[in-house]
């Protein structure tokens, strides 16, 4: 039997337990897979999205490592979930230590062990280069090293760091150009910041699009700093789809006009389809027959959920509007990158969407409601304009799924810690230092406590409403729409299943309230809903 056939049967056992919920069965097998045929895309792709999802490994096969340097050229690749492979395998590393207790010594020791190579094999790592120019690095230990790498390359303006590893400099400007530069900056770094010849060492610390023209910078700092200019002089292009005049939503899109959120890289593994053929498979009950349906998403933010309907659904026409000009710039720019130009882009109040005058087969709205002051009030103002028959999904925070932020935000008031980048810097030391068991302590395992703009969004959010699936029937109820079931990972469904098998449609939502009682983390993230209007 070839290595190739078995790659495929370890492939196909693999995603049958990833639908089981069997996780730890399916990362066994796609990493067999991969190491067997590490130039198989969608091996790649399973191997890389699994390893993002489960954790407690510290080391991976030499093939694996290789079919992953072999992925990461591909830019339809998502590469967030390579930020926790990268920090497992390297903090985890018994040379990871060295390194930290040497970076804690005098300059002069620091530039033997740089001279002498012996950090080459985290410096020289394309998967850390990879996961630092186009996603978001997790892990404090390897943040607090790279931070005091960059020092170093600030204040020894000689040190063999500039002259012989310009790609992990490169990849530390963009990360910070994505995160907007969270990281920990002492004030004689700031002084020095003052004073020195804008280039590639102050990239390490301020935004490209707030350096002088004339600087001169590696040729893909230059073209991001391009890119940055363009997409600023392109968010007054956005037509106004409707007024913004109501107080609330005003403070959160002055939020989001500062702080748009989130970032991300990019959408893989899209199997296109018709609106008509995804009801079919997945609500077999419903019945849709519609050729060119219109699709909507509101709050579309930085255009993550735009995107991925451009991609499932390329017969539909999408509307995506949001309060934030800043969150459309990026969203275009992402539509623009996956090929999709047919997107029409604008800003909007959900409040006053009715005066678009459109009906919609579907709606998309993800994290959104729960910004506003009445979040009901934009549940009934969205169910008003789909069309009877019509979707919609859903994205709302969870009252248990969020504990950790609620126990951050108490400790934030209660050091009475000011909503100000700097803020958010402090919070974020206070948070690290806290004991591992401390409740708070779980936000920092989240892409958001990584990112400026995330933490913003995260601990400081001007508006916020959570929920207990109790608490969702009566929202939904108030905005007269069934509850069709949530998208939830594979391992939480199958742990419903078990626990109320005669719900076979997981429809029930005082059954999700008891088992949300046993497992607070099963939404940590949202709760994603399936509705529909009758
Ligand atoms: C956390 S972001 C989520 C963005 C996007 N839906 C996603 O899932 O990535 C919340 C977004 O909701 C938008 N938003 C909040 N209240 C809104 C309202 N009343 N009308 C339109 N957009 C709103 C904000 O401007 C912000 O971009």
Redesign the pocket.
Known sequence: VSDAAVAADHYANALAAKRGGDLKAALSGFLMALALSPDHPAYRREALNILGIVSGYKALPAAVLDGLRGAISDPALDLQPLSLVVRNITENDTRFAEIETALAGAPDAIEHQLKHGAWDWLLNEPLLHAVLARAILIGTRLEAVLTKLRRHALLHPSTILLSRHERLLIALALQGNTTRFPWAEALDETKRLDVITPGLTMALYRPLITLPDTTALPDVLRLARDAQIEARERASYFPALTPVD?AT?QK??AQ?EQF???PWDAIADVTPTSLTEFVKARFPRLSCDVNEPLIL??????G??AVMLGLTFPEAKIIA????RA?LVYAAMKAEQHNLRGIAFGV????NIGTLGDHFDLIE?????H??HDPAA?LRALASILKPNGLMRL?LYSERGRSAVIAARALIAAQHIPDSDAGVRQARQMLTSLPPTHPARGVIDTPEFFTLDGLH?LIFNVQETRYTPRQLKELLASASLTFLGFDTDASVKAAYARSFPDDASGTNLDNWDRFEQNQPQAFSEMYQLWLHKA
Do not use: K
């Not at 998403?297 to 930085?302: D, F, K």
């Not at 509007?321 to 934030?324: A, E, I, M, Q, T």
């Not at 709205?365 to 409601?369: A, E, K, L, R």
């Open positions: 109501d939503s959160v899109q989001y748009p959120y989130p998403s509101a709050g579309c933010g930085t993550r959920g509007f949001d309060l934030s969150s909007g109040d959900i409040l709205c993800s994290g959104v409601i910004h506003m934009g994205g969004d």
